[in-house]
């Protein structure tokens, strides 16, 4: 699974739009419209990794936070 598709499940399972992940990311929310448009797009930018785990790491923290039997 390459980063974009990562992104994209994070998007998905966490139901987040791109104005949050800019947000959580501290990037431009075009930043967020070019990493997720198709690879063949003339516009398309590469998801960086560090981006990936930076966003897991918030979403871990963010979802451990809000759950009662961590507590």
């Known amino acids: 699974m390459n ?3 990562r992104l ?3 998007i998905s399972s966490h139901d987040l739009d791109r104005r949050e992940i800019a947000e959580l990311l501290k990037v431009k929310r075009a930043t967020i ?3 997720l448009l198709p690879g ?3 516009n398309h ?3 960086p990794e560090m981006a ?3 966003l897991e790491l918030k979403l871990r ?3 451990s936070s809000s759950d009662p039997e961590l507590e």
Do not use: C, G, K, Q
């Open 33 to 35: 419209d070019h990493w």
């Open 40 to 42: 063949e797009s003339s």
């Open 61 to 63: 923290d963010r979802t």
């Open 52 to 54: 990936i785990e930076l």
């Open 45 to 47: 930018e590469d998801v």
């Open 3 to 5: 980063n974009r598709e």
């Open 8 to 10: 994209i499940e994070l």
